[in-house]
């Protein structure tokens, strides 16, 4: 299975990416998971891209591009992978088509949450700086506080949660990621599922586009 989720920031990608790369038995491989693993380590490709990612800017495609593809061909990708965050431009959607061809991409799952939603999701957004497994402070808190469920990671607020970067990033998602909806439905392999849904009822969405 070769899967895009797509969805503007906040959608529930991340939330979601676990129990179906799980399902699926493919990796989940979120850019901004890999991005911020590299500004952790304080890699120069984690340097350069702190200082868009900070201001809820796109990290240039090319830096972005080669991190990614890199990541595909690792073994684990052979069977297909689950990708989260990429591609976000024509440029990478159109890199990803070149490195998967003649095969592409089999389904693109786009998550839609209106932008009123948005800000309130990531505002209150918690994440494990261990496995960066998403929370939130109301709508889905974790069992002990400031823990992560699943690693025991201690839980801290990105720092394009605050306020002006999501705004930037909510924006910069409308002007350069939404018009690649358009590009998935004309090559056939776009699904819409309703991210409005509790975090359960999009799971159960999800999965059932998958069965089909
Ligand atoms: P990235 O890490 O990809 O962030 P994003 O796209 O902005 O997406 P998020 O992770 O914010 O949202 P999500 O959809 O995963 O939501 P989540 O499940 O966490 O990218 C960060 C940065 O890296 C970018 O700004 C850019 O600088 C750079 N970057 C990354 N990829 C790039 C690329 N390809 N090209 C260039 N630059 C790139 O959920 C959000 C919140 O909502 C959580 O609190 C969660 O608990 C809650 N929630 C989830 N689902 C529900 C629900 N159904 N109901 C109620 N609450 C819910
Ligand atoms: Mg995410």
Redesign the pocket.
């Given at each position: 299975m070769r899967i895009v989720l797509m969805?503007?920031?906040?959608?529930?990608?991340?939330?979601?990416?676990a129990a179906i790369a799980g399902h699926l038995g493919v990796p989940h491989i979120?850019?901004?998971?890999l991005?911020?693993e590299h500004r952790a380590s304080g890699t120069p490709l984690g340097k350069q891209?702190g200082s868009?990612?900070e201001k809820?800017?796109?990290?240039?495609?090319q830096v972005?591009i080669n991190m990614?593809l890199k990541r595909l061909r690792r073994d684990d990708c052979q069977r297909g992978f689950l990708l989260?965050?990429?591609?976000?431009?024509g440029e990478?959607a159109e890199a990803l088509d070149k490195a998967l061809a003649p095969r592409g991409v089999q389904l693109a799952l786009n998550?839609a949450v209106p932008a009123d939603e948005l800000v309130h999701?990531?505002t209150?957004?918690?994440?494990c700086r261990s496995c960066q497994t998403?929370?939130?402070q109301v709508?889905?808190p974790p069992k002990a506080p400031g823990r992560c469920d699943l690693c025991g990671g201690e839980l801290f607020q990105r720092d394009?949660?605050k306020p002006e970067?999501v705004r930037k990033?909510v924006e910069?998602?409308e002007r350069q990621t939404a018009p690649l909806v358009a590009y998935y439905r004309r090559k056939g392999v776009l699904r819409q599922v309703d991210?409005?849904?509790?975090?359960q009822?999009?799971q159960e969405e999800v999965l059932s586009k998958l069965a089909r």
């Open positions: 969805g503007p920031p906040g959608a529930g990608k991340g939330t979601q990416a979120a850019s901004g998971n991005l911020r891209a868009y990612m809820g800017l796109l990290v240039p495609d972005v990614v989260d965050g990429f591609p976000r431009t990478q998550i999701r990531l209150g957004r918690l994440t998403p929370y939130h709508t889905n394009d949660d970067p990033r910069v998602y991210g409005k849904q509790s975090i009822k999009v």
